[in-house]
């Protein structure tokens, strides 16, 4: 059995070919296109990984797209329904393109490649966890993945066995660390969805100075749960990451901060939000016993909790400042 894997319309489209649950090939769109972050349709990927499976499109089985785009579209509707009027411009933004292109997958999948077959559609925390898990050599692994958002999940813990796959707990949106990790890339300056490796760099060579203001808009739980105070926020409203209530609390910062700044504000956010804290609170709460943590170490590997802990910048902008989540 072939399966063909896609992943577009955010960063750094990509196909993947399974057969019989060993991968064939992999790449990401922009290794063809040459356009760096290439989030459109991965054609010239799938093309390259049923090259090298040596097969054509009608010999493939399934099709998969990592995400429930019905599901996430509720999100993005109600989110900038219950901010109206202020979330009236992202409202004319992401409207259009989602009635017109996004909420329509399958039949985009089918036009663009000549399929006929079965697609499917992952929850997008699932699919976190299951590039992780099933690619791992365990048997049996607890999990946790954390990015920006998906559908309305922000993160979640689970465990994978066999293969049987299963969430347990999620946060949802808009209490989202990989949220605040890019509300804190874009205000000292740098590009979200590409500048946060630098920034978390930095850290190490900071003081945890700014650990009162951090404190002012995210709590962490003793559950592991995720508070944001979302006075200081915006994307929510998918404006852009932070307001004025957040300016007046950190003070203007941007292109051209003090590089010993910057690295402070990323060492109290750290300080601030752990995510070994998160992991083991979690872990601890997840039913999962200490031989279990000590045999199968913690797969944590999951890829929400590496470079997808970035908020969602909509593709329509190209502006990083404009709120995310809203593609």
Not at 85 to 104: D, G, H
Not at 189 to 205: D, H, R, S, T
Not at 240 to 255: I, N, Q
Not at 273 to 289: E, H, I
Request: charge should be neutral; hydrophobic fraction near 40%; include cysteine.
């Amino acid at each position: 059995m072939d399966i063909l894997g896609l992943s577009f319309f955010y960063h750094d489209a990509a196909a993947c070919l399974l057969r019989e649950g060993e991968v064939v090939a992999a790449a990401a769109e922009e290794r063809f296109s040459r356009k760096k972050h290439d989030f459109g349709f991965p054609r010239l990927a799938a093309e390259y990984c049923l090259r090298e499976a040596g097969i054509g499109i009608q010999d493939v089985s399934h099709v998969g797209f990592y995400e429930k785009p019905i599901v996430k579209f509720d999100r993005i509707l109600s989110s900038l329904l219950a901010t109206a009027p202020r979330s009236y411009r992202a409202f004319l933004t992401a409207m259009p393109i989602w009635l017109r292109e996004k909420l329509w997958i399958r039949e985009l999948i089918r036009r663009e490649l000549g399929y006929q077959g079965e697609v499917l559609f992952g929850d997008h925390h699932h699919s976190h966890a299951a590039s992780a898990f099933y690619a791992s050599p365990f048997e049996e692994a607890a999990m946790l993945t954390l990015d920006g958002v998906g559908e309305w999940a922000c993160g979640g813990y689970g465990y994978g066995r066999g293969t049987e796959l299963r969430l347990l707990r999620e946060l949802r949106f808009p209490h989202s660390l990989g949220m605040l990790y890019s509300v804190f890339t874009a205000f000292l300056g740098f590009e979200v969805n590409e500048g946060e490796y630098k920034v978390m760099g930095l850290a190490p060579y900071g003081r945890p100075r700014y650990l009162p203001q951090v404190n002012q808009v995210a709590h962490l739980h003793e559950d592991g749960s995720l508070w944001l105070n979302m006075r200081y926020f915006e994307f929510h409203r998918g404006v852009r990451s932070f307001g004025p209530r957040f300016r007046r609390m950190a003070g203007r910062r941007g292109a051209g901060t003090a590089i010993l700044t910057v690295a402070s504000w990323r060492c109290s956010s750290c300080r601030t939000l752990p995510r070994a804290a998160l992991c083991c609170t979690w872990l601890r709460g997840s039913g999962f016993t200490a031989r279990h943590q000590r045999e199968h170490r913690h797969d944590d590997a999951s890829a929400g909790a590496g470079p997808d802990s970035r908020a969602e910048v909509p593709d329509t902008s190209g502006v990083s400042e404009v709120g995310p989540g809203m593609d």
